[in-house]
């Protein structure tokens, strides 16, 4: 008898155990939960097209390679002041050699409203002299490519492919598309890389460039950081954030 008991203990608490680690796997790959479920993945969609029918890049840019260097100084900032100082550097700067063999003290006087000025100019003039002397002048249009340039990570890269080419190799996952990918339920993660890997296995691939633009519009105009407009987003009903506001 005493022996029964303790064997149904022990199954017990092995299954617990398994059943822990299962949710904990499931909480680590963000496919857990109703977040997730591909009718309401469908409903998200739905509400993001009825909002942002035609959503653009806030970055100003006229070819690829402008969309680069503007993502690039984008980082930490917002994307009117990236605006605002492209619009000076663009035409004293045309191409990539320009900016690779550019004066670097000169160029980060003229980045520095951007903040990390230094760095950013290194990333600059790094990443356009890999592109004058290894890809002929020309942004590469590969993701691998495009990670080999200094300062260049799969958030810009994804930019540059999505925006610049409509290829898409995965999705922008920026602080709004982190931001709002959480409170919608979509993923359990908070690391970027692995947030993006949660989102390409549940939004169809044909939606990754779209959905990224859509999610940016929507963390600007209306869930916001620090007080999200619930009253005023199409998708509240769908919506069981935390952060959520009346
Ligand atoms: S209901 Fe509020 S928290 Fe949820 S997505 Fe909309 S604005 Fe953001």
Redesign the pocket.
Known sequence: MARKKTKKTGTNISARKSAGVRSAKMARSGSSGRGTDPARVRAILKGLDEAYPAPTCALKHENAFQLLIATILSAQCTDERVNQVTATLFPKYPNAKAFAYANPAELEQEIRPTGFFRNKTKSVMGASKKIVEEFHGEVPKTMEELLTLPGVARKTANVVLGTAFGIAAGIVVDTHVQR?SE??DLTKNTDPKKIEQDLMKVIPQDRWILFSHQLIW?GRR???ARK???V??N??RL?Y?R???N
């Open positions: 709002l409170r919608l929507h209306v869930c916001q999200p407009r619930c005023e987003c998708l509240e919506c954030s952060d959520k506001t």
